[in-house]
T-cell receptor, first 118, second 115 residues
Framework: AQKVTQAQTEISVVEKEDVTLDCVYETRDTTYYLFWYKQPPSGELVFLIRRNSFDEQNEISGRYSWNFQKSTSSFNFTITASQVVDSAVYFCALSEARSSGSARQLTFGSGTQLTVLP | EAQVTQNPRYLITVTGKKLTVTCSQNMNHEYMSWYRQDPGLGLRQIYYSMNVEVTDKGDVPEGYKVSRKEKRNFPLILESPSPNQTSLYFC??????????????FGSGTQLSVL
């Protein structure tokens, strides 16, 4: 069964610090996708990134970067020069094929609450 | 405007009284799904649908039903709600890319309390 672990329940940093959110996953599939979503205090859920299992290149988008390492089954998310507006719950998620081959299930981690203090 | 619409936003009910939470999307997405969010547990998938008339169980399907008669609608039905179904519920939709949901668009959530 697929599983996503976000061991950091809460992280607190001061503005302008860099912060890394950890995500470790378990899957038996060779083909799978990993995601990050953001849930700000307003409650909506916002897509950040999708990465497939065959693409291990790191990705950078502005202050956000993602480090995908298959060898350690990790897909970590770093925010550089954090800002107060980055305060949110961040979820890592995994999508893999069912054994039937035709269905797709999405499993989320328990989330990391990031608080950026001014 | 592209969106996923859930109704109602808040619902208080009593044990055993059947209820339906509606979900509708206007993006012609094939994939739709339901999640519940509980403190410390993150989001757990209840049911998902890859297309019309195709539904499958997620991690926590017990006590829930869904149907996908039309592409745009994916209602969540609680036939006999119990207090342990008190939770924040999210509906989501996505187009499918390379056989997987590409990226989920979420509704605003439904806070359900079962007394």
């Amino acid at each position: 069964a697929q599983k996503v672990t976000q061991a950091q329940t809460e992280i607190s940093v001061v503005e302008k610090e860099d912060v890394t959110l950890d995500c470790v996953y378990e899957t038996r599939d060779t083909t799978y996708y990993l995601f990050w979503y953001k849930q700000p205090p307003s409650g909506e859920l916002v897509f950040l990134i999708r990465r497939n299992s065959f693409d291990e290149q790191n990705e950078i988008s502005g202050r956000y970067s993602w480090n995908f390492q298959k060898s350690t089954s990790s897909f970590n998310f770093t925010i550089t020069a954090s800002q107060v507006v980055d305060s949110a719950v961040y979820f890592c998620a995994l999508s893999e094929a069912r054994s039937s081959g035709s269905a797709r299930q999405l499993t989320f981690g328990s989330g990391t609450q990031l608080t950026v203090l001014p | 405007e592209a969106q996923v619409t859930q109704n109602p936003r808040y619902l208080i009910t009593v044990t055993g009284k059947k209820l339906t939470v509606t979900c509708s999307q206007n993006m012609n997405h094939e994939y739709m799904s339901w999640y519940r969010q509980d403190p410390g547990l993150g989001l757990r998938q209840i049911y998902y649908s890859m297309n019309v008339e195709v539904t499958d169980k997620g991690d926590v399907p017990e006590g829930y039903k869904v149907s996908r008669k039309e592409k745009r609608n994916f209602p969540l039905i609680l036939e006999s709600p119990s207090p342990n179904q008190t939770s924040l519920y999210f509906c989501a939709s996505s187009q499918i890319l390379q056989g997987m949901p590409e990226k989920l668009f979420f509704g605003s959530g439904t806070q359900l309390s079962v007394l």
